[in-house]
C-alpha cells in the first residue's frame, strides 16, 4: 500500500493504469480529459512508456488495437465526441477479442455541446455504439478512489476476458481531488499472451489478429462464442453498491456523479423518515439486473436518476420488468441535479408515504 | 491633422498598438481601468499622430478607428 | 477629417473572446474586411473550426456553420456544392487542419474544391489548454511534450503550404504572418486574392497564417510576436508556394 | 452527527482560489479527515470566475458539489453576489475587504471583512491574499487547526520551493493573527 | 404514378430519393450497398444533380451537414462499419437539427465481420451510436416497393421535424429485385428553409448552423426542447405492421428481412392451426410500443426474431413490460433464419398447444 | 542442376485469391523474398488492409494483423511502438492509403515512425467492384466514374510520393513497378531499402507499386500491364523521391 | 390455394444465372403476377458459384428466400449437388448434361437432361445456354407462359441492342422445342 | 540446361509468363486444364530454356521454380 495523495480523478486513473502495468497510451486532446493525457505526457517518460498524442481520435484507436494485438496493456482516453470517432475501432477491437482500456469522460452532447458534466453516453457504452453485435465492460466510479481501483480491474478484466473495458466519468470526477491510495500489490503487468502478434521468432505458427470473417456461418460461430463468453461475464462480474437499500421502499437507481449526489438526498430523507435506498451500479455492462429485480419484490417503485434525457432507466425498467413502476429524473447538457431535485422528486413519488 | 479613437471598453490591454506607432504616442493608461478590467491603450499627444492607422492595423480587437 | 481605419461592417459588434493580445483577432478583422471588399457578405458562408476560433460564427455578419472538429473543409464542400453561385470560407486552426482534419484538407485540394482556407498555424492547441500541434516546433516545450517535442517520439512538424503545393487542385498556398503592419497588409492581400480566386472559380486557395497565441506560449502579446518572428519564421518561411495565376501567365 | 465543513471558496482566476481548497483538502486528509476538492471549470478557465467546493468532514463525503455551504470565501464582489444567499443559516462568510466595497445582507449568519489584497500588497506578496482569507479561516471556524493546514500546506508546495512555503505561512499567519 | 418496374433494393432508394428531390449525394464505397452509389454516378449527372465520392465516410457525413444546413435535401449510404465512423458527424447534425437521410445496408459484424445481411446495428440506430441524448427516425423496410416508399416519407419526415432519418435495410433486401411504382405526385423537393445558411443576400439576419452551447443551462434547455420534439414524433409517426395477428396467442416481433421470413413461417403454422400473427416494426424508432403493449393483453407469449444476437427484443421486453413471456430467437454474422427454425421455435414455445 | 527461383519461403504456401494475372500476387512475392533474404520473418508483423489485399493476413508466414480500412499505419504503429525491435510493415491499396487513410499516412510520415509501407496504386478500388480511386487518371471510367473522371467535381488524381516527399520526416519514398521484369527487380530492391531502412532505424519509408486490376479495367492481364505502362506511367515518374540515406552523403 | 412458382437458377458466375432469373422475374411481372428475384452474392462475385432466387406467385411474395424449391436449373455439377435435396417432392430439376455428368438421384423429382452449353455452342451462341435452360424451363413447367417469358425478355434486353434480343429468343426457342 | 515446372494446380491462366520469356517457349495449354478449371503455362521445349527465370519473376502466382 502507498501512502494517501490527493488526487484529481484524471490524474488518478493515469497513475494507477501506470501502477497496472500499462505502458502504452495512445491519445488526443480533449476536454474535459485533459489532465489524463497531461499526466501521462509527463510521467510515461520516466518509466520508459510511451505517450503518443495521435492525429485524431480515430488514429489512436487504431493504435490501441495495434499495440494490444502485440500484447501490450494499451489505453486511450477521450471525451464523448471523440469517444465517437472511435466506435468503428473498438468495434473492431472487439471483434478481434482484443483487450484495451477506453475512459470516457463524458460531456454535454450531442454534437460538440458543452463541457461540463454529463451522463449521456450510456447508450453508446452499454449497447455498442459501433456496429454489430458486440459489448464492453463498461466501469462507472463515482470517487477518484474508485477510479484508481476500477482502472486497475480495468486492465485485469480485459486480459482475463480478451475484450476491451470502457470506464465512464464525468468532467466532475475527473477534475475534483479526494484521498486515494495505491494498492501496490495490484497491477504490474501483462500475462502470457500467446495469442499475440510479437514475432514467431521462427519459434511458433504466425499469429494473426483479424475480425473478418466471410463465411457466415463462421462468423456466426465465431460470435455466439462470443457472446458465451458475455455469458460468462454477465455471471461472474457484475458489480455494484447498495446504500440504505436493504429496507428500503424506495429504490433509487444512479451511478458515479449521481449517485454521489442521491447519497446526499437519501441522508436527508432518512432523516425525514422515508425509507430511501440507492443501488449504484458499478458495472454498467454487465448491468445488475439481479439486484434490481431483487429490489422490486420489496420495493414500492424506483427512480432512476440520471444526467441525460433518460438511458439507464431502460436498463432499470429491463430488470425490474413491469413489477413496480419506475420512475425518471433527469438533468443534462452539464446540468448536475441537486439533493433538493431528487427529494422533492422522491416525496412526490411517495405522496406522503414515508 | 489626424485622429485615433479607441472604443475603449473592447480594448485589453495588450499593448500591441505601442509597438507600431511610428510616434510612439500610443500608451498604456496606467491609473484607468476599464469595465472590463484592463488598462486600456490611449494616445495623449493627438497632435502628434500622423493617421498612420498602424496602431489601428494590428489591434486584435478592432478597437481603433482613425480619421485624417 | 475622413476615416481612414474602422471596424469592418461585416466584423459583427461583439467583443471577440480571445485572450488579449491574440492574433486570432487581427486575422478575423482582415477577412472581413475582405468581405466588405468584395462587397459579397450577403453570399458568403462561413465555416468556424473547433479551436479557440470555435465561436467565429459569432464574429462575422454573413451566414455561418460551426462543423465537428478537422471537418471544416468537408462541410465547405457540402455547402458550396449545395450553391455553388456562394462563396464559402473556412477558419480553421493547425490542430483542426493540420492534425485530424488531414484527409478533409489533402482532399478537398486535390478536388480543387472552389473555397477559401484561411489556416491559423499558432503551433498550438491553444483551446484546450495548449497541447502540442502538427506544427509544434521540435524542442518546443507544450502540455503533451513537457520535455520538449522529441523527433523520435513525436515527429517532425508539418508544413502545410509545401504539401498541399503538391497537389494539382490546389490553386493557391500563401504563408504569411501578422507579426507588423507590413506582413499583416501582406495577409490581407493573400486573404483578398484567396476569395478572389473563388469568385473566379480558380479553386481551392488556402492562406496559412503564422499566429500567436500568447496564453498557451506563456509569454505577453508583444514578446509573443518576437517568438512568432523568430522561431517560427525560419521553419515556416513566408511566400507563395503555389499560385495558378502565375502558372497561367508562364 | 457527523461534523462536516462544506466551503466555497470564490473569486477571479489568478487569486489562487484553487490552491487554497487544496490546501485545505491536504489538511484534512493528513488530519485523517474525509475531504472533497472540487473546482469550477469551464470555457473561462482563463480570466473570468473561479471557485472550488472543498469538503472536511468525519464521515464519507457523498456529493463533492457543495449546493449550501456552511463557509464562504469571497474574493471579489461577483462571488459573494453569487453565494451569499446558498448559505446555511449560522454559516460564516470571510470577505476581502479590499476588493468587495459592499456589506454582506445577510443578517443570520457571521461575518468577517479582511482587507486580505491590500495586506498582501503590503507584505509584498500580492498574490498571496488567498493564504491570509485561509489564516482567518482557520482562527474563525471550526474546520481545521492551525497546525493541520500548516501539514496541509506543506504538502501542496513542492519540497523544490521551500522558499515559496516560508512565504505561504507568514501570509496564513498574518490572517490568523488579523484583527478588524 | 409510373410503370411498374423491376429494381433492386439498392437502386429503388437511389432512384425514389432523387424523385424525392435529393440532388446531393455523398458517400464512401462499401459492400453492400454498392449498388446505390453506383446508380447515383450514372443518373445524378442527367439531372444536374451531385454525386460526389467522399475521401472518407467521415467526410462523406460533414459533407452532408454542411449541404444539410445549406437547406438542400441530401443523403448519404453506406454499411455498417462506414455507419460507425459517421457517429460523431449523425450526433452533430442531431444537435444541429438538421434534416437528412442515412442509409444503412447493414452488414455482419463487428470489426471487418462479413458482407451477408445482418440486424445487428440495431443499437446503434436507435439508441444513438453516437454521444449525447438525441435520436434518428429509423425506418425499416422490408420489400422494395418500400424502400422507395419510405424514402419519400424519410424525406418528408426529415424536413418535418428537422432531425437525421435513418433507413435500414440489409445486402439481401439491397440486392433483391422486385416489382417497384413510383408515385410521383410524392416528391419534388424541399420546402422554404427559413433556418438554412443560403446567404443573407443582406435581406435577413444572418443563420447560423451550430450545436454548441457552452452554458450547461442553454444546452439543457434546447435538449429538453429537443426531447419534446422526439415526443411529437413518437406520438405522430409510430407506424408497423400486423399480419394476422388480430386473434394471434403467440407473435413474432421481427422487421425488414426477417419479418418477410416470419411470414412464410406463419403462413405454414397458420395451415397447421397454430394461431400466431406477426408485428412488424416499420419505425424502429419511434418504436411501435403501443401496438405491442396492446397485444399483450391477449397474447400468450411473444418471440422476437432478429438478425442479431438480440437487440430489438429490448424493446419488445420493454413494451410488453413483463405481462407475458418474451423470447428470442436470432442468426447472426450474415445467417438468415430459414421459416423452419422460426416454426420450430413457436412450436416449442406454445408447447402442443394450438 | 541448381535452384535459381523458387517460391519464398515466408509467402505461405496456398493459393492466393486475387484475380488471374492481378499483380498483387507479384508484389506478395516480392515482399516475401526480401523477408527471407533479411532472414526477418520471426521478427516481422505484417499489417493487412481493407482491399482486394485484405486475405494478406494468410499469405506471409510471419505474425499478421488485419487492420480497419485505411488504418494500417496506425494499427502498425501502435505495434511498433509495442516493440521496436520488431519489423512492421503495412500493405496498402490506393483507397486504403490514399482516400480514407490519408490522416495515417501524412502523420505516420511526419512521425517518421520507424516502419515501412508497401503502397498498391492500381488506380482504382478493386475489391468493391470498380470504384474512382484518389489514384484514379482524369477521364478514367469507373463504377462511380461512368461518364470518366471529370476534375471539375472529381478533382485531381493525387501522387502520393511527391507529396509525401515534402514531409520531414519522411525517410525515403520510391515510385516502382512491376510491369516488366526489369522493373520487378527495381521494385525489389526498393523493397528491400524500405526494410533495411527500418532495420536502420532511419524511419518512415514507403515503397508505390503501380499494379493492375485487369478485373475492374476490363482489360486481360497482359493488356493490363499495357495500359499501366501508357496511362499510369506518364502521370506516375518512376523513381526516387525522397531518399535520407542519399541526403546524408550529399 | 395460390399457384406459386418458386425456382432455383444455380451455376457458375458467367453463365448469364442472375439474367435468366430476371427474365422470369420481368415476365411474372408484366403477367401480373407477383414476383421477386433475389441473387447470391459474396466475396466470390467473379468466378466461383452463383446463383438465383426467382418467385412467381398469385399472391404476394413474403421471403424471396427459397429453401425448398419447386423448380431447379443446374448449370454446374456443385450446383446440382447443393440443391438437390432441398427441391420439393414433386418438383422438377432441369440438368445442363453437357457440364453433369451424373444422374439426379431423387427419384421423387421430375427431370430433365438438356445438354444446353453444348447446343448453345452449335448455335454458335456459347453465352446462351442460360436462354436453352429457360426455354425448356417453359416448355415443362407450368411457372409461366412462352409469351410471358418472351415478354420479360423484350423488358430484360436494353432497346438498343435488338439483334441481342432476336439470339435469345432463338435461344429460349431452341430449349423449348428440344426433345432428348 | 534449364529447367522450370509448374505448380500447375495454382496456375490461373495469366498469360503473363508467356509474354517474358525471351525464347518464346512458355505457352499457353490449348486442351489441359487444371483443377481450377484454367488452361495452364507449359514450356514443350524445354531444351530451349535458358534459366533466365524472367517467367517465374513475372508470375502472380508463385506457380514457377526454375533450376539451372
Ligand atoms: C473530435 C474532437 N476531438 C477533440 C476535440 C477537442 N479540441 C477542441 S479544440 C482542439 C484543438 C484546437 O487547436 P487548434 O486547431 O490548433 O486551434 P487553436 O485553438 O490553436 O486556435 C481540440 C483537440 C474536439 N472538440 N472534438
Ligand atoms: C470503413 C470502411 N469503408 C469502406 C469499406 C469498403 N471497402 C473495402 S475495400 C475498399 C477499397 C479498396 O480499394 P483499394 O484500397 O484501392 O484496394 P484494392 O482493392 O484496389 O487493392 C473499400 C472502400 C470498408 N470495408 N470499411
Ligand atoms: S494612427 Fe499611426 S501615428 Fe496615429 S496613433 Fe495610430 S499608429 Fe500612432
Ligand atoms: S492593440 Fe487594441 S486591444 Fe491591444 S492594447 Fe491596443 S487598443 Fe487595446
Ligand atoms: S488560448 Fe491562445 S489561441 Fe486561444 S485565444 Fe488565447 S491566446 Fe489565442
Ligand atoms: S479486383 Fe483487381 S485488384 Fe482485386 S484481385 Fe481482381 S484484379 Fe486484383
Ligand atoms: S526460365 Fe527464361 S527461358 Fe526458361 S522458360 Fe522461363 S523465361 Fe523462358
Ligand atoms: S504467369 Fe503464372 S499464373 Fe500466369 S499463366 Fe504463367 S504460370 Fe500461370
Ligand atoms: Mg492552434
Ligand atoms: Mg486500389
Tied chains: 1, 5.
Excluded at chain 1, 460538440?112 to 458534466?117: E, R, V, Y
Excluded at chain 3, 521540435?138 to 512538424?157: A, H, L, N
Amino acid at each position: 500500500m502507498s501512502d494517501k495523495v490527493l488526487m484529481k480523478g484524471n490524474e488518478a486513473i493515469a497513475e494507477a493504469a501506470m501502477r497496472a502495468g500499462c505502458r502504452h497510451f495512445f491519445g488526443y486532446p480533449i476536454t474535459p480529459q485533459t489532465e489524463l493525457a497531461a499526466y501521462m505526457a509527463k510521467k510515461m517518460p520516466k518509466v520508459g512508456g510511451l505517450f503518443l498524442q495521435a492525429e485524431s481520435e480515430v488514429a489512436a484507436i487504431n493504435m490501441v488495437y495495434g499495440a494490444a494485438g502485440a500484447g501490450v496493456r494499451v489505453m486511450t482516453s477521450s471525451s464523448s465526441p471523440g469517444i465517437s470517432l472511435k466506435q468503428e475501432g473498438i468495434s473492431y477491437i472487439a471483434g478481434a477479442d482484443l483487450p484495451c482500456l477506453i475512459v470516457n469522460i463524458v460531456r454535454g452532447g450531442p454534437g460538440l455541446g458543452g463541457i461540463q458534466p454529463a451522463q449521456s453516453d450510456y447508450f453508446q457504452a452499454t449497447r455498442g455504439g459501433g456496429h454489430g453485435d458486440y459489448r464492453l465492460i463498461v466501469l462507472a466510479p463515482s470517487s477518484v478512489q474508485e477510479m484508481v481501483d476500477l482502472t486497475y480491474l480495468a486492465f485485469d478484466l480485459g486480459d482475463k476476458y480478451r475484450m476491451p473495458v470502457m470506464i465512464i466519468g464525468d468532467g466532475m470526477l475527473g477534475q475534483m481531488m479526494e484521498p486515494v491510495v495505491f494498492d501496490d500489490t495490484k497491477g504490474g503487468g501483462t500475462g502470457e499472451k500467446a495469442w499475440a502478434t510479437t514475432g514467431t521468432r521462427m519459434a511458433r505458427k504466425r499469429n494473426i489478429i483479424n475480425s473478418l470473417y466471410i463465411t457466415p456461418e463462421e462468423l456466426e460461430k465465431l460470435v455466439w462464442e462470443r457472446e458465451k463468453k458475455y455469458d460468462t461475464v454477465r455471471a461472474a462480474e457484475v458489480r455494484f453498491e447498495q446504500y440504505a437499500a436493504g429496507d428500503a421502499e424506495y429504490i433509487i437507481a444512479a451511478y458515479g456523479t449521481t449517485a454521489r449526489i442521491a447519497k446526499n438526498a437519501i441522508d436527508t430523507l432518512r432523516r425525514e423518515g422515508y425509507k430511501v435506498g440507492l443501488i449504484r451500479p458499478i458495472t454498467l455492462w454487465p448491468f445488475p439486473n439481479e439486484a434490481f429485480s431483487r429490489a422490486a419484490k420489496t420495493a414500492k417503485a424506483f427512480l432512476t436518476v440520471e444526467m441525460s434525457t433518460g438511458q439507464m432507466v431502460e436498463d432499470v425498467r429491463l430488470s425490474v420488468d413491469g413489477k413496480v413502476p419506475v420512475h425518471f429524473y433527469g438533468r443534462t447538457g452539464g446540468m448536475v441535479p441537486s439533493p433538493a431535485e431528487i427529494i422533492e422528486k422522491i416525496k412526490s413519488i411517495a405522496g406522503g408515504d414515508k | 491633422m489626424a485622429k485615433v479613437t479607441f472604443l475603449e471598453d473592447r480594448c485589453k490591454g495588450c499593448e500591441l498598438c505601442t509597438t507600431v506607432c511610428p510616434k510612439k504616442i500610443v500608451v498604456m493608461s496606467k491609473h484607468r481601468m476599464n469595465a472590463k478590467g484592463f488598462h486600456p491603450a490611449e494616445v495623449l499627444e493627438m497632435d502628434k499622430c500622423i493617421g498612420c492607422a498602424f496602431c489601428a492595423t494590428i489591434c486584435p480587437d478592432a478597437v481603433i478607428t482613425v480619421e485624417k | 477629417m475622413a476615416i481612414v481605419f474602422e471596424r469592418p461592417k461585416s466584423l459583427s459588434d461583439v467583443t471577440l473572446h480571445y485572450c488579449p493580445g491574440c492574433t486570432h483577432g487581427i486575422i478575423h478583422r482582415l477577412i472581413a474586411e475582405v468581405i466588405d471588399e468584395l462587397d459579397i457578405e450577403g453570399k458568403t458562408i462561413g465555416v468556424a473550426p473547433v479551436g479557440c476560433s470555435v465561436f467565429a460564427y459569432n464574429y462575422f455578419n454573413c451566414d455561418m456553420q460551426e462543423a465537428a472538429h478537422g471537418r471544416a473543409p468537408a462541410v465547405a464542400t457540402g455547402i458550396k456544392r449545395a450553391d455553388p453561385g456562394n462563396i464559402v470560407f473556412t477558419y480553421q486552426g493547425d490542430g483542426d487542419l493540420a492534425a485530424i482534419g488531414t484527409a478533409e484538407t489533402v482532399h478537398a485540394a486535390a478536388r480543387s474544391e472552389n473555397i477559401t482556407v484561411i489556416f491559423v498555424n499558432n503551433a498550438i492547441y491553444g483551446m484546450t489548454g495548449g497541447q502540442m500541434a502538427p506544427t509544434s516546433l521540435v524542442g518546443q516545450v507544450t502540455q503533451t511534450s513537457p520535455y520538449g517535442r522529441k523527433t523520435e517520439t513525436q515527429g517532425y512538424p508539418l508544413k502545410v503550404c509545401e504539401t498541399l503545393a503538391t497537389i494539382q487542385g490546389t490553386a493557391y498556398a500563401e504563408r504569411v504572418s501578422v507579426d507588423d503592419v507590413k506582413n499583416i497588409k501582406k495577409a490581407k492581400a493573400a486573404i483578398k486574392k484567396a476569395f478572389e480566386n473563388q469568385l473566379a472559380g480558380r479553386g481551392f486557395s488556402i492562406v496559412e497564417v503564422l499566429s500567436t497565441c500568447p496564453t498557451n506560449w506563456g509569454l505577453s502579446p508583444v514578446e509573443a510576436l518576437g517568438w512568432l518572428r523568430e522561431n517560427m519564421m525560419p521553419h515556416y518561411p513566408l511566400g507563395i508556394y503555389k499560385d495558378i495565376t502565375k502558372e497561367e501567365k508562364k | 452527527m457527523n461534523q462536516t465543513s462544506e466551503l466555497i471558496i470564490a473569486g477571479f482566476g489568478g487569486q489562487g482560489i484553487l490552491f487554497a481548497g487544496k490546501v485545505l483538502a491536504y489538511g484534512g486528509m493528513l488530519a485523517a479527515k474525509e475531504v472533497s476538492w472540487l473546482p469550477s471549470y469551464g470555457p473561462e478557465m482563463r480570466g473570468g470566475t473561479a471557485n472550488c467546493h472543498v469538503i472536511v468532514s468525519d464521515a464519507p463525503v457523498s456529493s463533492p458539489i457543495i449546493t449550501n455551504p456552511t463557509l464562504l470565501i469571497a474574493m471579489n464582489k461577483p462571488s459573494l453576489d453569487k453565494f451569499e444567499d446558498a448559505l446555511v443559516p449560522g454559516g460564516m462568510v470571510f470577505v476581502d475587504s479590499t476588493l468587495i466595497d459592499r456589506q454582506v445582507k445577510r443578517s443570520d449568519v457571521r461575518v468577517h471583512y479582511i482587507p486580505a489584497t491590500q495586506l498582501a500588497q503590503d507584505m509584498n506578496a500580492p498574490k498571496l491574499a488567498n493564504m491570509i482569507m485561509l489564516g482567518k479561516l482557520i482562527a474563525e471556524a471550526d474546520m481545521l487547526t492551525y497546525d493541520e493546514v500548516k501539514t496541509g500546506l506543506g504538502k501542496s508546495v513542492p519540497s523544490s520551493k521551500q522558499d515559496l512555503l516560508a512565504l505561504n505561512l507568514k501570509a496564513i499567519n498574518a490572517g490568523y493573527g488579523y484583527k478588524a
